[in-house]
């Protein structure tokens, strides 16, 4: 067994360094692949306007557009383009596979999600039956000869209108292992609110199977610091913009399959809670789209400016290299 965990890591590292080999011939950066939440029959969460799944439509296109306009070589590709579930498929968990295949099969090099968070009972806000007064009663009892006071309280209530203030930003990554100790060090919040994609029949990656085994260490020594380095550049590109930034966030469960399913660096973007009435017609205005696009398109362009700039430096140590061994 042993062996054969070794002969299929083996395998696995070799075919990721040929593949990054043949990117970092020019562009690191060639396919990208964008993923707008839900779709069709699944709308995801509801705010009071509009839905996750046209938000997150509008607001993918529009980033797809931006990144045409400044990257005409950069090949993008839609897991949807309108609102139906991805592949046209008849279930969420078609879709899911769907999404995760289509990367895959493109050679996509990079996968975003889009979605939109939740949170508490309805959106916007909700009556709330709540205890309004307390009114004080002394009775007087009588025991035997003696007579005692005891005091006992008359409640008041009111449907009391209690507001939906979840809010802010943040983006998932997937967590390759939740006890490795490097991992959980990268986690800035795990408390959960968020509303994610979730299936009640994708599997998880079993961790004692060696296949899964060589495929979570070719993800994290390949995958993992890139996934997290646009992530974090997104939650910084939104807290300079003056959003409330809820920070990168690490999931390994089923609400987050389509993650761990793509064999490339992915992220997952909640842009903003379509529950608080506030952050709902931000997203749903011109003015606030075009701002969480600028956002998300720069942390896009710092990330691949970072890999480009590694290509070039392992290019200059190649040469260098080359020129010591020709004296």
């Not at 789209?289 to 392992?314: C, M, P, T, W």
Request: proline letters at 4%; a positive charge.
């Amino acid at each position: 067994m042993r062996k054969l965990i070794c002969l299929l890591v083996l395998f696995i590292l070799t075919a990721g360094a040929i593949h990054t080999t043949a990117q970092s011939s020019s562009k690191p950066l060639k396919t990208l692949i964008i993923d707008p939440g839900h779709g069709g029959l699944d709308p995801g969460a509801i705010g009071s306007k509009e839905t996750e799944a046209n938000v997150a439509l509008a607001v993918s296109l529009k980033l797809g557009d931006t990144l045409r306009k400044a990257y005409p070589d950069l090949k993008i590709i839609f897991t949807r383009t309108t609102d139906v579930l991805p592949g046209n498929k008849p279930n969420k968990d078609a879709a899911l596979k769907y999404r995760a295949n289509l990367a895959n099969e493109s050679g996509g090099d990079l996968f975003i999600a889009v979605h939109c968070n939740s949170a508490g009972k309805h959106p916007g806000g909700w009556y709330e039956r709540r205890v309004v007064n307390k009114i004080p009663i002394v009775k007087t009892y009588k025991k035997g000869k003696k007579t005692y006071k005891k005091t006992t309280y008359q409640y008041e209530y009111e449907n009391v209108w209690v507001e939906n203030k979840a809010k802010g930003t943040e983006t998932y990554i997937w967590a390759v292992s939740k006890n490795d100790d490097k991992l959980n060090s990268l986690t800035k919040n795990n408390d959960y609110t968020g509303e994610i994609d979730s299936t009640s029949t994708l599997t998880l990656p079993d961790p004692s199977d060696p296949a899964e085994k060589a495929r979570m260490l070719i993800y994290t020594q390949n995958y993992f610091r890139k996934s997290y380095n646009l992530a974090d550049y997104v939650q910084e590109n939104f807290k300079d913009a003056g959003r409330i930034d809820r920070g990168v966030k690490q999931r390994n469960d089923k609400g987050i399959w389509v993650l761990q399913a793509t064999a490339m660096p992915s992220i997952l973007i909640e842009i903003g809670f379509i529950s608080n009435k506030e952050e709902e017609e931000y997203m749903l205005s011109p003015e606030g789209q075009a701002e969480i696009v600028a956002n998300i398109f720069d942390a896009i362009r710092k990330y691949k400016e970072k890999l480009e700039s590694k290509v070039k430096d392992n290019e200059k140590d190649k040469q260098t290299e080359g020129e010591k061994k020709s004296f």
